[in-house]
């Protein structure tokens, strides 16, 4: 596959929105006044992730995903912090909303425990035939359909990278979110697999806040850990400029999921294209908004991966990128 070369790091870093941090501002449809303006029959996101809205029905240049005028109002809600989610699900219910969007398993699980009528498209991580959300991939059965991202498994495959990246190491760290258990414990799971397999000793720092991100970076450095593989959650997305620049300035060789860190400034990422995901997640509210049923939609499963270098960043840890990653990256970052 050819590599695409991309130049992003001479621009300033972005939020999970688009503009640049420290002047973001919250789309009016999330203001509580605004919100009984809008139509009754309307989208509404559970969601953490503000860019997902990018990829979802909302405005006219989305018509080809979705004509109709409920369309153009999308909610954005609870912005990472996860025990906001079952009062605001409860909340878009009550407001008789036409469709739930939820971005990850957490926002879906409560848009579940909130209704079983409305319909809800999510993208989650992990079974959801297992967690209850679906009687079946080819027919789910019930109000909820959507996309499927196997996360988790992916972590092992980040060590991988991460070790071949540093050959040496023998310690290395991850860094997960508390207060989401259940992707916490199946990510740790899978990288504690890897990291036996690789012969490497793993330790795990929590944070939940932006001190506690602080913190774990100092911890980090107390373990003497080589390397750092950042887990799948919103709020460390949320604050990638952080964190990157936290790695910057203690020197950390880090690997993230998306490509929004090593654009950010980060070294790499390896994880799937959540851009595939939104955009599945959209066509499915239009499809739903036009009158088919979440039951007959198949669940999709994403499997597109790619493998994002930050060239400049590698080159400031003094860090060689070998040839059999750069031969796999799928965009390098100059």
């Given at each position: 596959m050819p590599i695409r070369r991309s130049n992003e790091t001479s621009r300033p870093a972005a939020d999970a929105d688009g503009r640049h941090?420290?002047?973001a501002t919250r789309p009016r449809a999330a203001e509580g006044d605004a919100d009984d303006r809008l139509p009754r029959r309307r989208v509404a996101a559970v969601r953490q992730h503000p860019r997902?809205?990018?990829f979802l029905p909302a405005g006219p240049g989305r018509s080809r995903v979705c004509r109709r005028p409920e369309c153009q109002?999308?909610?954005p809600l609870a912005e990472g912090q996860y025990d906001r989610l079952p009062a605001l699900a409860a909340d878009l219910v009550h407001r008789e909303v036409a469709v739930i969007v939820a971005q990850n398993n957490t926002a879906a699980l409560a848009a579940q425990g909130a209704t079983s009528t409305v319909p809800i498209v999510c993208t989650v991580g992990g079974d959801p035939i297992q967690?209850?959300?679906v009687a079946s991939f080819n027919r789910p059965g019930g109000n909820i359909t959507g996309v499927v991202i196997q996360t988790a498994e992916l972590m092992g495959k980040r060590l991988e990278f991460l070790h071949e990246l540093l050959p040496t190491?023998?310690?290395?760290?991850?860094l997960v979110n508390p207060t989401n258990p259940s992707a916490m414990a199946s990510e740790t799971s899978n990288l504690q697999d890897a990291a036996r397999a690789l012969g490497l000793e793993l330790r795990i720092l929590q944070a939940s806040t932006p001190n506690e991100i602080e913190a774990a970076f100092e911890t980090l450095v107390g373990y003497r850990a080589a390397g750092l593989v950042v887990s799948a959650d919103t709020f460390f997305t949320n604050r990638r400029s952080q964190i990157t620049a936290l790695a910057a300035d203690h020197a950390v060789p880090a690997i993230y999921v998306v490509r929004f860190f090593p654009a950010a400034g980060g070294l790499m990422s390896y994880g799937p294209d959540y851009a595939d995901s939104y955009r599945?997640?959209?066509l499915y509210t239009g499809k739903i908004l036009n009158g088919a049923s979440p039951a007959d939609l198949p669940v999709q499963q994403m499997v597109k991966v790619e493998l994002v270098i930050n060239f400049n960043t590698a080159k400031a840890l003094g860090l060689t990128v070998p040839p059999s990653i750069l031969a796999r990256a799928d965009e390098v970052i100059e």
């Amino acid at each position: 596959m050819p590599i695409r070369r991309s130049n992003e790091t001479s621009r300033p870093a972005a939020d999970a929105d688009g503009r640049h941090d420290g002047r973001a501002t919250r789309p009016r449809a999330a203001e509580g006044d605004a919100d009984d303006r809008l139509p009754r029959r309307r989208v509404a996101a559970v969601r953490q992730h503000p860019r997902a809205a990018r990829f979802l029905p909302a405005g006219p240049g989305r018509s080809r995903v979705c004509r109709r005028p409920e369309c153009q109002n999308l909610i954005p809600l609870a912005e990472g912090q996860y025990d906001r989610l079952p009062a605001l699900a409860a909340d878009l219910v009550h407001r008789e909303v036409a469709v739930i969007v939820a971005q990850n398993n957490t926002a879906a699980l409560a848009a579940q425990g909130a209704t079983s009528t409305v319909p809800i498209v999510c993208t989650v991580g992990g079974d959801p035939i297992q967690m209850g959300l679906v009687a079946s991939f080819n027919r789910p059965g019930g109000n909820i359909t959507g996309v499927v991202i196997q996360t988790a498994e992916l972590m092992g495959k980040r060590l991988e990278f991460l070790h071949e990246l540093l050959p040496t190491a023998t310690v290395v760290a991850v860094l997960v979110n508390p207060t989401n258990p259940s992707a916490m414990a199946s990510e740790t799971s899978n990288l504690q697999d890897a990291a036996r397999a690789l012969g490497l000793e793993l330790r795990i720092l929590q944070a939940s806040t932006p001190n506690e991100i602080e913190a774990a970076f100092e911890t980090l450095v107390g373990y003497r850990a080589a390397g750092l593989v950042v887990s799948a959650d919103t709020f460390f997305t949320n604050r990638r400029s952080q964190i990157t620049a936290l790695a910057a300035d203690h020197a950390v060789p880090a690997i993230y999921v998306v490509r929004f860190f090593p654009a950010a400034g980060g070294l790499m990422s390896y994880g799937p294209d959540y851009a595939d995901s939104y955009r599945q997640m959209g066509l499915y509210t239009g499809k739903i908004l036009n009158g088919a049923s979440p039951a007959d939609l198949p669940v999709q499963q994403m499997v597109k991966v790619e493998l994002v270098i930050n060239f400049n960043t590698a080159k400031a840890l003094g860090l060689t990128v070998p040839p059999s990653i750069l031969a796999r990256a799928d965009e390098v970052i100059e």
